[in-house]
């Protein structure tokens, strides 16, 4: 059977280290410690995209984690409008790199339209299956 685990948070940078220590605390408990840094940062990059550009004034973004058999998936969903996508970014810019870390690390990139906002998420195929 699948284990899913989501919470809710309010818009600030603040949250996303609160939302990054969520995901290493939920896949800690089900024992999962394989790619254990890579879910780590794509959590914080999705976050903080949901923080910059996705999640209007006063609304809040919902971070969730699930592990079927030999997937652990990584979703953020927001309100906002748009669909984003990764981007060169400019080697002088400081910013601009975060959906391109995440295709890179994850094996799976996407994006759900919703009626009202959208999800982004990365999936990681993992060594072993559920405990």
Same mark, same amino acid.
């Given at each position: ?27 800690? @408990? ?5 790619? /254990?840094?890579?879910? $780590?940062?794509? =959590?914080?990059? #999705?976050?903080?995209?949901?923080? *910059? ?38 080697? @002088? ?5 975060? /959906?391109?870390?995440? $295709?890179?690390? =994850?094996?799976? #990139?996407?994006?759900?339209?919703? *009626? ?16």
């Amino acid at each position: 059977m699948p284990l899913s685990r989501q919470r809710r948070f309010p818009r600030s940078r603040a949250s996303v280290r609160d939302a990054r220590d969520f995901v290493v605390q939920v896949l800690t @408990e089900w024992g999962c410690r394989d790619r /254990l840094d890579d879910i $780590r940062l794509c =959590a914080s990059e #999705l976050a903080t995209n949901a923080v *910059l550009h996705g999640v209007p004034p006063g609304r809040e973004y919902s971070v969730t984690v699930s592990w079927d058999d030999t997937i652990v998936r990584l979703g953020v969903r927001d309100s906002g409008g748009g669909t984003p996508t990764p981007r060169d970014a400019d080697s @002088e810019a400081c910013t601009g790199r975060g /959906l391109l870390l995440v $295709r890179e690390v =994850a094996d799976d #990139l996407g994006v759900t339209e919703h *009626l009202v906002g959208k999800t982004v998420w990365a999936s990681f195929k993992m060594p072993g299956t559920l405990p």
